[in-house]
């Protein structure tokens, strides 16, 4: 067993690795879906999400032929508008809006040279920046309304985390490169915490465009000692 080992590391470090690193920024724009559950006695409840832009600063490395890593540090707009009829027939609007600083740790996965098709995955970990309540015209509904979450009493979980997967092509020009990608992201995210209803979460869909410029290119022959 141990002469298997050393076969293989022997044969690991002597390959030659282009290591090569990019930093950049992306923005684009992002749907999000909410569902919570009021209570146990009561099934989960589907919402409208809000639309919004975002953008993040991007960091990815490759270290092996096809496969690397990527980070992004994201401004990430999120939210919800529930809306139900009253007895006269007016629609009401509740409308929150959730502001996170998201980053997403992925590994990425790549085929094709100057064009590319990327696939990347990972988790997500955030925090709440802020949280701010737009229109709130529904009170005391049945079943319960999501509560809210920007008031002076309110007291949210900053926490963010999650599983994020995406999409994309992109077109190497010189050090530079111009990719567009979809992103789906899942939230394990409640922000309750006061215990007014009993969960919460959300997903989310980007689609953005990202500019990288190379910084760094650098073929290292690794040899055995």
Do not use: C, W
């Not at 030659?16 to 209570?39: C, D, E, N, R």
Request: net charge neutral; charged share 15%; glycine share 8%.
């Amino acid at each position: 067993m141990n002469r298997i080992i050393l076969v293989l590391v022997l044969v690991i470090s002597s390959f030659s690795l282009k290591a090569q690193t990019s930093i950049g920024i992306k923005g684009g724009y992002t749907t999000s879906s909410f569902s919570y559950i009021p209570s146990l006695n009561i099934r989960s409840i589907s919402v409208d999400g809000l639309s919004a832009p975002t953008f993040a600063f991007v960091f990815e490395h490759f270290n092996a032929k096809n496969a690397g890593i990527e980070l992004n540090i994201q401004y990430l707009s999120t939210g919800y508008s529930q809306n139900i009829t009253d007895t006269e027939g007016a629609i009401l609007t509740n409308e929150t809006q959730l502001d996170y600083l998201k980053v997403p740790m992925m590994a990425s996965f790549f085929v094709g040279r100057s064009g590319r098709f990327q696939i990347k995955f990972g988790p997500h970990l955030g925090y709440l920046l802020s949280a701010n309540d737009i229109q709130r015209n529904i009170v005391d509904s049945s079943p319960p309304e999501i509560p809210t979450y920007g008031g002076a009493d309110d007291n949210p979980k900053k926490l963010m985390y999650g599983l994020s997967a995406g999409a994309g092509i992109s077109k190497l020009f010189g050090k530079s490169t111009i990719a567009g990608e979809v992103r789906f992201g899942y939230d394990f995210t409640n922000p309750e915490s006061q215990e007014r209803i009993f969960d919460l979460n959300f997903t989310t869909l980007e689609f953005t465009l990202a500019y990288l410029f190379q910084i760094k290119d650098a073929k290292v022959k690794v040899t055995p000692k």
